[in-house]
């Protein structure tokens, strides 16, 4: 069920053509177009920030770096309980 509301105001050739678009792919209504679009492209930038993508040699590079770390300092440790608590998810 549907339970949050969006209000927005756009020109009215990106309506026309949001209409147009969303006619050609047989969808219902503008508002399905919307929020089809709105869903996969926040879907996208959520994963493109998500993760890094690297060569293997800098991959090697980091787990070496990785293995000869000294155990984190109380500083650290209290710094990714933090982050964890503020994630997005």
């Given at each position: 069920m549907t339970t949050a509301r969006m209000d927005l105001r756009l020109d009215e050739h990106i309506k026309a053509k949001a209409e147009k678009a969303a006619a050609l792919l047989g969808l219902s209504s503008l508002t399905e177009y919307v929020v089809r679009t709105l869903?996969?492209?926040?879907?996208?930038?959520?994963?493109?920030h998500g993760s890094i993508v690297v060569s293997g040699d800098i991959f090697e590079r980091f787990m070496t770096a990785c293995d000869a770390a000294r155990a984190p300092n109380a500083a650290l440790v209290k710094a990714a309980k933090d982050a964890q608590e503020?994630?997005?998810?």
């Open positions: 869903d996969a492209d926040a879907t996208r930038v959520v994963a493109e503020f994630t997005v998810r």
